[in-house]
Every structure is written in C-alpha cells, then in structure tokens.
C-alpha cells in the first residue's frame, strides 16, 4: 500500500509529522520509552484530524501513514520502546497483518520496540466486541509487538479490556493523575491498580502528571511508569 503526504491533501492537512513524550521509570528514574503524537501544520488537532479521517474514508490510511512515519522517525535516534497509537478498526483491516510483516523486514530494529496503544474512540466502541479483534491482537503478540490499553478507569468498560485483552502496558487515565496527592479515593484506586497489574505482570503507566507532589504520590503509590509535562514535554525529534 503506497500512502504519501499528499493523499491527505483534500483533508487540509499537509507536513504530517510526529512529536515525543518520554516515558519515565519511577522507581530509578530511567527513560522507559516515547509516545508518539500525530501533528500536521494545519490548524485542525490531532482529534479532529483523525475524525476528518473517518469521514472521508481514508482513517485506515492515514492510522498505517502515521504507523509507519513514526517506526522510521524514531529508529534513527532511540533505543527504548515506542508506543504508537492506532484504532482498532485499523487492526481488524484484511491488508493489516501483511503490512506488519512488511514493517518488520523494512526496519529489523524495530522488531520488540514499539507497543501499539490501542486507541478509545465512541465510533469504535463496538468493535472492541467483535471476536476477531481479540485474535488479531493475540496473533500480534505472539509477533513480538506489546499492546497497551489506554484510558483505564475512564470507565467500567475499560476496566473489562484490561481483563479480556491482557496488554503488557495500561495507561491510566489522567483523571487519576490530576490531584492524587490530594485525593484519599483516588489513591486508593490507583492502589488497587497497581497491586493488580503488578500481579499480572503488567506495566501500569499514570499519564498527564503535571506537578511535584501528584509525581512524588505516584511514586509512592508503586506506579511503574509516569508521563507528564513535568517529567518531559512531547517535542519534534
């Protein structure tokens, strides 16, 4: 599948491109990885974009387009892992599991380095019912590429994701970031949280943490990984 810049023309974006946001360890404060973010030198954010996207039919392509200017943006200056974000109708696409493949030959020292955050979006609700999603995702896996469920405890459906899909990594919704130093309750679910993820071997990231003392509670609280403006911006590589 041949996609270029231009393909997105009609949408009003042009000069398609990535920013980074490092992933920190809290517990010795080492980079863990980058996600990546879609930006273009329209006026329209990334939502809108994509949402652009769906209505002219072109989201499967611009979602592999973005997949695959971040795998090689980001294996000419990193090491650590990448978090990608993609939509699941993308990952049940029929051309999806050859253009994994093709990445994978394209670029070996990709192979074990990017995770495939699996975006939330209202449209796609559904989707995460449909069986064949899990087998994709367990067929992905088993090719060595991890998955993250993004948004855990935005609401009770997510909470059954992370069950039902067993991701490596679920990023917890900022919600719980913003004020746990200050917050009895959400300290107790993040908690909870941890103490499961930590049990079932997976990596819980607290996204959108902004200051000193929710960072510090984070740490406190045995969150494997942080993200946030006061640990690193998202900038142009």
Same mark, same amino acid.
């Given at each position: 599948?041949?996609?270029?810049?231009?393909?997105? +023309?009609?949408?009003?974006?042009?000069? %398609?491109?990535? !920013?980074?946001?490092?992933?920190?360890?809290?517990?010795?404060?080492?980079?863990? #990885?980058?996600?990546?973010?879609? *930006?273009?030198?329209?006026?329209?954010?990334?939502?809108?974009?994509?949402?652009? @996207? =769906?209505? $002219?039919?072109?989201?499967?392509?611009?979602?592999?387009?973005?997949?695959?200017? @971040? /795998?090689?943006?980001?294996?000419?200056?990193?090491?650590?892992?990448?978090?990608?974000? %993609?939509?699941?109708?993308?990952?049940?696409?029929?051309?999806?599991?050859?253009?994994?493949?093709?990445?994978?030959?394209?670029?070996?020292?990709? !192979?074990? =380095?990017? &995770?495939?955050?699996?975006?939330?979006?209202? +449209?796609? +609700?559904? /989707?995460?019912?449909?069986?064949?999603?899990?087998?994709? /995702?367990?067929?992905?896996?088993?090719? #060595?590429?991890?998955?993250?469920?993004?948004? !855990?405890?935005? #609401? @009770?459906?997510?909470?059954?994701?992370? !069950?039902?899909?067993?991701?490596?990594?679920?990023?917890?919704? *900022?919600?719980?970031?913003? #004020?746990?130093?200050?917050? *009895? *309750?959400?300290?107790? &679910?993040?908690?909870?949280?941890? @103490?499961?993820?930590?049990? +079932? $071997?997976?990596?819980?990231?607290?996204?959108?943490?902004?200051?000193?003392?929710?960072?510090?509670?984070?740490?406190?609280?045995?969150?494997?990984?942080?993200?946030?403006?006061? %640990?690193?911006?998202?900038? =142009?590589?």
């Amino acid at each position: 599948m041949k996609i270029s810049n231009n393909t997105f +023309e009609p949408l009003g974006l042009s000069g %398609i491109h990535h !920013v980074f946001q490092p992933l920190w360890t809290l517990e010795n404060w080492s980079l863990s #990885g980058y996600e990546c973010f879609l *930006r273009s030198n329209s006026t329209l954010n990334p939502e809108e974009i994509f949402s652009e @996207a =769906r209505k $002219n039919g072109c989201l499967f392509q611009l979602d592999i387009y973005s997949l695959k200017k @971040a /795998i090689e943006e980001y294996v000419k200056f990193s090491q650590v892992p990448l978090f990608i974000n %993609i939509f699941p109708s993308t990952i049940l696409h029929e051309e999806f599991p050859l253009i994994i493949n093709d990445l994978l030959n394209t670029h070996p020292k990709a !192979v074990g =380095r990017f &995770i495939l955050e699996l975006n939330e979006s209202i +449209e796609e +609700e559904q /989707i995460w019912l449909i069986p064949a999603l899990k087998e994709k /995702i367990s067929w992905l896996q088993d090719q #060595g590429i991890s998955i993250a469920i993004d948004d !855990v405890g935005k #609401g @009770a459906a997510s909470l059954q994701k992370m !069950v039902e899909f067993q991701p490596s990594f679920v990023k917890l919704d *900022r919600y719980f970031s913003q #004020g746990l130093s200050e917050s *009895r *309750r959400k300290q107790k &679910i993040v908690s909870l949280l941890s @103490a499961y993820c930590s049990e +079932e $071997n997976i990596a819980l990231v607290l996204e959108g943490i902004e200051t000193p003392s929710d960072l510090a509670c984070a740490k406190a609280l045995k969150i494997s990984l942080g993200q946030g403006y006061i %640990i690193g911006k998202p900038t =142009r590589i």
